[in-house]
């Protein structure tokens, strides 16, 4: 009797799955866990599983080619991240139709195997592969003769479990290559139920013979999986803006940060606000704050990760309303003091405290005033006209305004000085005399006591006396002269006030007197009806004149 084996051709399988293990051992290797798919402790599998032996007996009935009803199952311990021991157990079952020349034989293959698991687990499936070794065995029954077999069986595979939930996988396939080698007793009994075609046919073969299996295993199924650890934190964002307060205009600079999202996905940031033109580049975006009012706004991304992942932010920056303070404004004089009559040019500057490169605020003046004098002015500065003004500070007025129509005052004070009015003779008292008469009498000295008084103090002032007659008093001509000179010869050796101080004069208008005036020094005496005249004072002390002298009574006749 001769046996053979029709399985896949054993070295290039078992070099297609050891590269293959080698391919799920790098890649778990490098691959970090996922926090969407993390590795349970415990995963339970249990499906359909096909065996394709691809065994037959030569001489007999018994073909193996195919055993298309089992059961597969299993449980795997992850001991470490991306490692685990995995108990296989399976069977696997054929009866022979009636058509078959063993019709009624059933023929059982079942495993049970241990050993080592390597995985990797992404977002959405597992990749797995194993090594297992334990039990193989192969029974036939109602055929008389043939004894159940156990040997050693070894299994090299792998698969994929697509995630379905946090606790179930679905496998849609496993691929193991089996590898056993066991020795049967002969066929000689034939089936215990057969029928006789049947029975002649087994009994041909007698003796006993080893048959390798090398067989592929299919396998289909649910993987629960158990200990999952729970849920890390949801994927969350914050968002901060720098700076927090400006002014319109000023730029503002934001930033999203995404947390507990899956470290192998690119994040992606979708950036909105409530206010100004926001640009956004990956995790920062700048926001052109130019036109907005003052109030708070908000900037803020919705962050995903091209999966399940997605968290949003927003943050708030304010829009400070910019100061509102006047403009201010000075100005000076120059110069700071005229004479009455000579101008004083005027000038200011003005300039708002609130201007800013990105926050233009012009200012003018205008709205020129003073206190006196006439002002004229164009932009920033004026002439300040002192013509026929009083003496003393006159105070100029500028108005700054600014473009929002604040508005200051500023001020600048020019002294005008009025020269003083030339030096004028006044008259200071007069002195009357008896008719007739040039005697200084003692009320006419009391007078000049005082004349003399005044000249004392003001050494630079000297007198001038003018005299005066009436057309009715004797010699009127030279008594308004002498009148003058005895005044003055009163003045000089009773006061004595230098002679050259004091000038003598006449009038005209008539009077019994004499005027006196007081010409301080710088001034003229030009009083009209007045001439000067230099002439002695007479004998008489202080100008008494000699009585006419009587007319002489005419002797009788006789």
């Not at 195919?66 to 009866?95: C, S």
């Not at 158990?226 to 934001?254: F, H, K, N, W």
Request: charged fraction near 15%.
């Amino acid at each position: 009797m001769s046996l053979r084996s029709e399985g896949f051709p054993v070295r290039v399988l078992l070099l297609a799955i050891v590269v293959g293990a080698i391919a799920i051992g790098t890649i778990t290797t490098a691959q970090a866990q996922s926090p969407d798919n993390p590795q349970p402790k415990v995963e339970v599998f249990g499906g359909y599983s096909l065996l394709r032996p691809g065994v037959n007996v030569d001489g007999t009935a018994l073909n193996l080619d195919a055993v298309p009803a089992g059961w597969g199952a299993a449980a795997t311990f992850n001991v470490a991240p991306h490692f685990g021991l995995t108990a296989d157990f399976g069977g696997h079952y054929k009866t022979f139709d009636p058509n078959d020349v063993l019709a009624g034989a059933d023929v059982h293959v079942g495993t049970i195997m241990f050993g080592p698991h390597v995985e990797t687990r992404t977002s959405h499936f597992a990749l797995f592969g194993e090594a297992l070794f334990g039990l193989h065995r192969v029974a036939v029954t109602n055929v008389t003769g043939v004894s159940p077999d156990n040997a050693f069986g070894l299994a090299v595979g792998g698969g994929v479990d697509i995630h379905v939930s946090r606790h179930v996988d679905v496998r849609p396939v496993q691929l193991d290559f089996m590898h056993s080698k066991h020795t049967f007793s002969s066929f000689g009994g034939g089936t215990t139920g057969g029928t006789a075609g049947v029975a002649a046919a087994a009994t041909t073969t007698t003796g006993s013979a080893d048959v390798t299996f090398n067989s592929l295993r299919y396998q289909a199924g649910i993987n629960f999986l158990l200990g999952v650890a729970p849920p890390g934190p949801p994927p969350s964002a914050s968002c901060s803006v720098d700076p927090m307060d400006v002014y319109a205009g000023e730029p503002v600079s934001a930033t999203a940060r995404g947390m507990n999202f899956n470290p192998k996905r690119t994040l992606s940031y979708n950036w909105s606000g409530s206010g100004g033109k926001l640009t956004g580049k990956g995790s920062t975006a700048s926001i052109d704050t130019t036109g907005l009012a003052p109030g708070s706004y908000t900037a803020g991304a919705t962050i995903t990760d091209g999966h399940k992942g997605e968290a949003s932010c927003r943050a708030t920056f304010n829009i400070k309303e910019r100061p509102k303070n006047p403009p201010r404004i000075s100005c000076s004089a120059n110069p700071r003091s005229v004479l009455a009559g000579t101008p004083s040019a005027i000038s200011c500057s003005c300039s708002s405290p609130d201007n800013a490169p990105d926050y233009p605020v012009q200012a003018s003046i205008g709205n020129w005033s003073a206190t006196g004098g006439r002002i004229s002015g164009s932009g920033n500065t004026a002439t300040l006209d002192t013509t026929g003004a009083s003496a003393g500070p006159i105070t100029a007025t500028a108005t700054c305004t600014d473009s929002r129509g604040l508005s200051s005052r500023a001020t600048a004070s020019v002294n005008v000085e009025v020269p003083p009015a030339p030096p004028q003779a006044s008259k200071l008292n007069e002195i009357g005399f008896a008719r007739n008469s040039a005697r200084v009498d003692n009320t006419a000295k009391a007078i000049l006591d005082d004349v003399a008084l005044r000249l004392q103090r003001e050494a630079d002032a000297r007198a001038v006396i003018v005299g005066f007659a009436e057309p009715k008093e004797l010699k009127p001509s030279t008594l308004a002269a002498q009148r003058a000179a005895n005044a003055k010869e009163y003045l000089t050796k009773e006061k004595g006030i230098d002679p050259s101080r004091i000038e003598t004069r006449t009038g005209s208008g008539g009077g019994m007197k004499a005027d006196i005036w007081i010409v301080p020094a710088g001034a003229s005496f030009n009083e009209p009806g007045t001439e000067v005249v230099n002439v002695p004072p007479t004998k008489v002390p202080y100008g008494r004149h000699a009585a006419p002298a009587r007319k002489k009574k005419k002797a009788p006749t006789q």
